[in-house]
C-alpha cells in the first residue's frame, strides 16, 4: 500500500513500507525513493519537503507527518 501526505508548503511525499523499511519520494520526483528505518522517517520527509528541522514548526510538522506515515502503514 502506498500513501500520499502533503505538507503546509505545497509538497506531496508518497510513501510505502517493504518489510521494515519506509520508502519515500516526493510525488513530483523521478528519482529512486529514500529507504529508512521508522526512526529516521521524520528526517527524511524534511529533508525531501525541504522543512527546516531547526524551526520548531518545521520540526514539529516532519514529526506529524512521520507518525501519520507509520500510522497509516502500520
Known sequence: MRISVHTSK??????????GLFHVTRADSHHE????MGVDLFEI???????????????REA?????????QLA
Open 33 to 36: 525513493p529514500q529507504v529508512c
Open 63 to 71: 514529526l506529524e507527518l512521520a507518525s501519520t506515515v507509520q500510522t
Open 45 to 59: 520527509i524534511a529533508e525531501l519537503c525541504e522543512l527546516d528541522l531547526e524551526r520548531s514548526e518545521d520540526a
Open 10 to 19: 505545497g509538497v506531496q511525499v508518497n510513501a510505502w513500507r517493504e518489510g
